[in-house]
């Protein structure tokens, strides 16, 4: 366990800064290298540490290109959809504009994050505000939503 865990503290940032360069979205990146580690921690026991970094990055890459070849996957699948033929509100979205308790920020933060499946940098990006800012509205809109749904259980 010693091993992993200075391996982790001497090469998580660089695996990390390699996956953004490889996937260019801060939270596939997370995953990416989350996984990375993952891999270490199973196979540390056969490795020559020596060899570790250049390990490290070829597992990331290997995830990288696994990312994206489930991407291209995906997208061929949402293009053989048909388009939709009226528009239609999901439940969630339906919940999220109909709540008293959420202000209109809140309500386009959820909104963009959980039903549009955006990221918080996307998000900040079109409403206008920080990162960081995203992020405090999306955590006090769920304790908000907490918070009703407390009011109306039985």
Known sequence: MKDFD???AKHADAVFRY????VGRRDEAEDLTSETFLALHRNIAGLDLSQLPGW??????????????????EARYLDTLPPPETTWSPPLQMWLSESKALKPIHRACLILRYVHGM???????????????VKGHLQYARALLRAEMERKAP
């Open 19 to 22: 996956a953004l360069r490889l």
């Open 56 to 73: 490290l990055f070829a597992v990331a890459r290997n995830k990288a290109m696994d990312y994206w070849r489930h991407s291209k996957v």
């Open 119 to 133: 990221t918080r940098e996307e998000i900040g990006g079109q409403l206008g505000i920080s990162d960081v800012q």
């Open 6 to 8: 200075e391996a982790y």
